[in-house]
Structures are given as structure tokens and as C-alpha cells.
């Protein structure tokens, strides 16, 4: 987990170096942020910066008269879109549409929530309040509606349809089919950042010889010819031939939304021990057996166990 590390002051600070900042200067705005901490750049991507968003069904979409959000959206917004888009499209007496594919008990609030309210360096955590109860009753609601599907992650559909899909985004090629970011918590803006770093030890015998690499790992020479990445910002500069194929450049609406999500982009963090705890309370919770005042009191409790360890 990077978070140990940087909370241990492992990593060299790779400001001082010309040839790093400079690169970054010609990225998108929210990806030094991302690869920073306290203003340090500590490391550089290894390979995109992407962040999650929902694939949107045209057909559905037009069919259903749906308006989607133009701006940032939340929650409890796309709970009102679930229960609008959750129809009987071929007339057999039941739903055959759904807002979500949901693969387990996480609610896919989770990411945004965390990126706002649990910081494993600074040691900040917050689940027991108000905000954090709301959302969970609100996603028992759904669920108990019926509003989303259940299935295994790559479980193929059978005549279902799913009116919002999930995507990673992070390339500037073009993509064919309609994309929005996912609803924030409360208006405030945070999109979970999914990104893997190289970083230089301080305790690294050949810091310049290692910063000399992660320095041409992000020139342009090698960035320019990966549009699927996506880090370098003016697109005009990119070698869209790809496996002698030719791709198409990403368009004005999807540059404006890389653009907005890496800006206002939260570097994620995941722990497996925190997330399989909160997996077990969450199905107790929508399964009855507790209230969500006493989920989120025991999942708050776990969190700084973890952290303070």
C-alpha cells in the first residue's frame, strides 16, 4: 500500500527535478495533484490516470424520455433516475430494466465517500455521522426496490438491460457511446483517481539514474505515442496509429469531461481488510439485522483499527 510509504517518508521528492516537473506541466491539471502529496511529487503513473464513469444505454436513454444531469449530480439523484428507468420493456408483467449492475453488497457510493472521509496518511476517518447513514438507508432503499441487478462481475446478462454501465476513463481516444461522471457526495466534486505509481527509494543507491528513467517514462517521446493513456493534455500532439490502426481523437464533450474529472480527481486508496469487513456489516445491515446507525458505528470502529495499526 503506497500510503504506508509515503506516511514513512520513503519516497525521494521528485520536485527537485526539473525534468519531472516539467513533464507534468504538459499533463492534464489533476494528475501532478494525484501524484503529490503536500505538494511533493512523490512518484509518476506507470500507466493512465483513469477515473470511473458510467456508460450511458442511448437507446434506453432516448426510449425512456430520461434527462441526464449536465452538471454534478448526487445520490440522491440517481435514486430518483433508478426508480424512473426501471420498466417493462417487453411486456411480460415484470421490470426487465435496471439502473445498475451491482456485483456484491459495496455500495458504489463507497469510493467517492472514502476519497472524502478516510485519509490513511493523516489518519482521518469518518463514518458515523449523519451523511454516511443517509447514504446507506437510501442504497437499502434501491436494493429493496429492485432498482439494480445482481450479478458476478463478467456474468453474462440474460434479458436484462442496464440502463448505466461502469467504465474506467482515462484515454483520449475517442469513445463511441455517451459517458457521465458518477454522482458526487453532497456537490462537493471528489472523483475516486485510480492510478499506480513508479516512485525512487531515498535509500536507493542511483536516485539520479532512477529519476532519469521515471523522467523519460512521461517524456513526450513516450506519452505522445499512447493516446490510451491519456496523460499528456493537448491532443493534437498524439501518434493515433495504434497496431497499424488508426484511432480516432476524443471530442470536444469528452475532452470537457476528462478534463472536470482529473481536475477535481481524489487519489483512491483501497485496504482489502477494511473493505471485506464492511462487505460482511453492509449485508447484515440491508439484510435486517442491524441499523445503519450500528453499521456505520462498527465499520468506523474497524477503520481506525486499521489505520492506527
Request: net charge neutral.
Amino acid at each position: 500500500n503506497q500510503s504506508y510509504f509515503i506516511k514513512s517518508g520513503a519516497m525521494v521528492n521528485l520536485s527537485k527535478y526539473q525534468s519531472i516537473t516539467q513533464n507534468f506541466e504538459k499533463m492534464f491539471d489533476g494528475i501532478r495533484e494525484v501524484c503529490s502529496y503536500k505538494g511533493k511529487i512523490l512518484g509518476v503513473p506507470l500507466f493512465s490516470v483513469e477515473v470511473s464513469c458510467w456508460e450511458v444505454d442511448a437507446y434506453l436513454q432516448a426510449d425512456m424520455n430520461i434527462k441526464l444531469p449536465q452538471e454534478q449530480w448526487t445520490w440522491e439523484q440517481f435514486y430518483e433516475i433508478a426508480q424512473k428507468t426501471h420498466k417493462d420493456t417487453d411486456w411480460d408483467g415484470k421490470p426487465d430494466v435496471y439502473a445498475l449492475i451491482q456485483p456484491g453488497v459495496i455500495p458504489p457510493f463507497m469510493d467517492t465517500y472514502e476519497c472524502e472521509n478516510v485519509d490513511y496518511i493523516k489518519g482521518k476517518v469518518s463514518f458515523r455521522n449523519q451523511e454516511f447513514i443517509k447514504l446507506l438507508k437510501m442504497w437499502k432503499r434501491v436494493l429493496d426496490e429492485g432498482l439494480v441487478l445482481t450479478k458476478k462481475r463478467g456474468e453474462p446478462l440474460d434479458n436484462e438491460k442496464v440502463f448505466f454501465k461502469e467504465r474506467k476513463f482515462g484515454s483520449v481516444i475517442k469513445y463511441p457511446r455517451i459517458l457521465i461522471p458518477k454522482p458526487v457526495i453532497k456537490n462537493r466534486g471528489a472523483y475516486p483517481t485510480y492510478v499506480q505509481m513508479l516512485c525512487v527509494n531515498k535509500n536507493s543507491e542511483n536516485i539520479d539514474k532512477a529519476v532519469e528513467l521515471l523522467a523519460y517514462l512521461i517524456s513526450p517521446d513516450i506519452q505522445l505515442k499512447r493516446p490510451f493513456a491519456g496523460l499528456y493534455s493537448d491532443v493534437s500532439k498524439y501518434d493515433f496509429t495504434i497496431r497499424n490502426t488508426e484511432a480516432e481523437p476524443i471530442d470536444e464533450k469528452g475532452i470537457a469531461l476528462l478534463k472536470d474529472i482529473r481536475k477535481q480527481g481524489v487519489r483512491s486508496y483501497h485496504n482489502k481488510g477494511l473493505r471485506s469487513f464492511q462487505e460482511e456489516i453492509i449485508a447484515k445491515f440491508i439484510s435486517g439485522q442491524i441499523s445503519a446507525e450500528e453499521a456505520a458505528k462498527q465499520i468506523e470502529v474497524k477503520a481506525k483499527m486499521i489505520i492506527e495499526e
